[in-house]
T-cell receptor, first 114, second 114 residues
Framework: NAGVTQTPKFQVLKTGQSMTLQCAQD?????MSWYRQDPGMGLRLIHY???????DQGEVPNGYNVSRSTTEDFPLRLLSAAPSQTSVYFC?????????????FGQGTRLTVV | AQSVTQPDIHITVSEGASLELRCNYS??????LFWYVQSPGQGLQLLLK??????LVQGIKGFEAEFKRSQSSFNLRKPSVHWSDAAEYFC????????????FGPGTSLSVIP
C-alpha cells in the first residue's frame, strides 16, 4: 500500500521562485490537507479539501495555492517563495473530514528558501 | 480560542523506565483526542484515539492514554520504554463542528538512554 505519497522529499528554492509540492493518495479518501511543521509550533493547517473541486483555507494560507481536480491528487503551490516558507510540509488524507477521523500522513517535504 | 498544550518540550528517559507525556486542551466541549508519533524523517502515525466511552484507551506499540474531563487532559503513558520509542509525540484534538479543526500541540521530543 502506497498510502500518501509526497514529492519531492527535499527542495531548495531561491527567493521569488515558484514550485509545486505534489501529494497523491490511493485510499480513495475524500479529505486531504496540507500542514507545515515548524519547531515548537506543531503542525499548522495551510489548506484543505473535502472533495474534488472543493478547497478552503486553513490557519496559514498566505503565499500558498491549492487545487483538487481529482480525488487522488492535492498539489500545493508556492507562488513566490520567501525565506519564511522554509519549513517541513506534510500532506495528509482521511476518509472523511471533521475532527473524528484518523489522518494518514506522507513522509514530508523539507523546503529551504534562500 | 481552542488550543492544545504539551508542557514538556523534551523528555529523556532510560530504557525500561516508565513514561508519561502530558497533553492539555482548551475547548468548550469534549473533543476527539489523538496521539501521533513521528519518527525521524517520517510522517506522523496514529498511536491511539479517544472519541467516547472508556476513558482509558489502548494504542499500538504498548501505549495507552487516559482522558480526564475534569483536568482537560489526555496524557500518554507507557510502562516500559524501548530505545525505538525515541521520537516526537504530538497530541491533537479534533473538534466536532468543523472540517478544518484538527489542532496539533507543539510536540514533545522523547530521547531514550540505553
Amino acid at each position: 500500500n502506497a498510502g500518501v505519497t509526497q514529492t519531492p522529499k527535499f527542495q531548495v528554492l531561491k527567493t521569488g521562485q515558484s514550485m509545486t509540492l505534489q501529494c497523491a493518495q490511493d485510499m480513495n479518501h475524500e479529505y486531504m490537507s496540507w500542514y507545515r511543521q515548524d519547531p515548537g509550533m506543531g503542525l499548522r493547517l495551510i489548506h484543505y479539501s473535502v472533495g474534488a473541486g472543493i478547497t478552503d483555507q486553513g490557519e496559514v494560507p498566505n503565499g500558498y495555492n491549492v487545487s483538487r481536480s481529482t480525488t487522488e491528487d492535492f498539489p500545493l503551490r508556492l507562488l513566490s517563495a520567501a525565506p519564511s516558507q522554509t519549513s517541513v510540509y506534510f500532506c495528509a488524507s482521511s476518509l472523511i473530514g471533521g475532527g473524528n477521523t484518523e489522518a494518514f500522513f506522507g513522509q514530508g517535504t523539507r523546503l529551504t528558501v534562500v | 480560542a481552542q488550543s492544545v498544550t504539551q508542557p514538556d518540550i523534551h523528555i529523556t528517559v532510560s530504557e525500561g523506565a516508565s513514561l508519561e507525556l502530558r497533553c492539555n486542551y482548551s475547548y468548550g466541549a469534549t473533543p476527539y483526542l489523538f496521539w501521533y508519533v513521528q519518527s525521524p524523517g517520517q510522517g506522523l502515525q496514529l498511536l491511539l484515539k479517544y472519541f467516547s466511552g472508556d476513558t482509558l484507551v489502548q494504542g499500538i506499540k504498548g501505549f495507552e492514554a487516559e482522558f480526564k474531563r475534569s483536568q482537560s487532559s489526555f496524557n500518554l503513558r507507557k510502562p516500559s520504554v524501548h530505545w525505538s520509542d525515541a521520537a516526537e509525540y504530538f497530541c491533537a484534538v479534533g473538534l466536532k463542528t468543523s472540517y478544518d479543526k484538527v489542532i496539533f500541540g507543539p510536540g514533545t521530543s522523547l530521547s531514550v538512554i540505553p
